[in-house]
């Protein structure tokens, strides 16, 4: 973690760390779902909402900070509410569809030989609405997210070198193996921890670091992290961080736009304890009658067409670049030419229907259709070149100019 400046104000910026953090976000650009974006970029307020403002020792950001790094709970068990608020447009359900999609899952619903339990698809439900988790962790080896629905469980289980889906609702399973080097579920943020260690990446010299006083969260006394961009163009409007006084974990997290309103993202613990967890918390033996889906035998089984689109996404992605810096970084990529069908002549309803999901815009680069969400904006070009990232419509298309 990069010093603070004494000033509480900035941080220098660490190349390494954070080119590494925009090429993990850039890995979730892909033009066919831009709301797929906002799963990478969502870690990122000052609309805390808290039960009082305890009377605790001074801290610098700096202090706060290292406090968060240098934290080191092994174990814990509680309750975390999320709520996700992209300001999406209802697509009878078609936004579930595409994330699943863009995840390489199968869409929940068990089709085409996918399995409803499987985690690559069933956590992506995360990136809207509001959901209620149930999280336990004894260890790098072993920990449980169960995601409570209407009348029915999903839960994910790391236990050694098994990681287990469950999915009550059809009475399936997934399995899978790990090496146990990293938490399974680790690129679908679940926790306040995970969040907060996206958005601690973020911190470079176009970055105001501040301590926004205190909180208490889950009956624990915390102090407020503000982590606000220093640059204009950003969609991005400040990250609080609620940090545990006592052991530094990360508590409580939301995030609202530059544009105000409501929070984007709001996750935080109800509950929460340190203490170290039953170990039959982390049994698990597929119930009777239960489907198991195994992992590599869905592998072996997957449609050779499906195996060459992923082949063919991860040559589109070789060729992304990074433009700007900071809160204002934009991923670009070509898709070889392969635009938003718009109009009757390029694609008839499907192309009028794509095309007033998003705003029509005109420039040096030609013309494009700019979706939006309250956080994230894509500009995807009529050639089939595409610039994304937490910036505003004007900033997409300045960069689609400059890129000409």
């Not at 569809?97 to 089709?111: A, E, I, Q, R, V």
């Not at 220093?230 to 006592?246: F, L, W």
């Not at 996404?313 to 070509?334: T, Y």
């Not at 898709?335 to 192309?351: F, S």
Request: proline letters at 5%; a negative charge.
């Amino acid at each position: 973690m990069a010093p603070i400046d004494s000033d509480d104000n900035t941080t220098p910026g660490a190349g390494e760390e954070l080119s590494n953090r925009r090429r993990k976000a850039a890995r979730y650009v892909v033009p066919v779902a831009v709301v797929g974006v906002a799963a990478a970029t969502i870690g990122l307020v000052p609309a805390l909402a808290d039960s009082g403002d305890p009377d605790l020792p001074k801290v610098t950001a700096e202090e706060l900070v290292q406090k968060i790094a240098e934290s080191d709970v092994q174990q814990l068990s509680g309750t975390v509410r999320i709520s996700t608020d992209l300001g999406l447009p209802d697509l009878g359900g078609l936004e579930s569809g595409l994330m699943s999609g863009m995840s390489g899952g199968p869409g929940g619903d068990g089709k085409d030989g996918g399995s409803s339990a499987d985690p690559s698809a069933k956590l992506t439900q995360l990136v809207s609405g509001s959901h209620t988790l149930r999280v336990a962790a004894d260890g790098p080896d072993r920990q449980k997210v169960s995601l409570l629905e209407d009348a029915a469980e999903y839960s994910l289980i790391h236990d050694g070198k098994d990681v287990w889906g469950y999915d009550s609702k059809s009475n399936e399973v997934y399995h899978s193996t790990s090496d146990g080097a990293e938490r399974p579920e680790k690129d679908v943020p679940a926790t306040p921890k995970d969040f907060a260690d996206q958005a601690l990446k973020a911190i470079d010299d176009t970055t105001s670091v501040k301590v926004g006083g205190t909180a208490q969260v889950a009956g624990r006394d915390a102090y407020r992290l503000v982590v606000e961009p220093r640059q204009k163009g950003s969609t991005v409007g400040a990250i609080t961080v609620a940090v545990d006084a006592e052991t530094g974990t990360p508590l409580k997290f939301t995030l609202t736009p530059a544009s105000g309103g409501a929070a984007v993202v709001d996750a935080g613990f109800t509950k929460v304890s340190f203490a170290k967890p039953d170990a039959s918390t982390f049994d698990f033996t597929p119930p009777k009658g239960a489907k198991v889906t195994e992992a590599d035998e869905k592998a072996a089984k997957a449609p050779e067409h499906g195996r060459k689109a992923e082949g063919d996404l991860a040559k589109e992605l070789d060729g992304l670049k990074v433009i700007g810096e900071g809160w204002n970084s934009i991923a670009a990529f070509d898709t070889g030419g392969q635009g938003l069908p718009t109009g009757a002549a390029g694609g008839g309803d499907l192309g009028g229907f794509l095309g007033s999901l998003g705003d029509q815009v005109k420039g040096d680069f030609g013309s494009g259709t700019v979706f939006k969400t309250r956080l994230v904006n894509a500009l995807i070009t009529e050639d089939g070149k595409v610039y994304a990232g937490a910036v505003t419509k004007d900033a997409l298309v300045k960069a689609a100019d400059a890129a000409k």
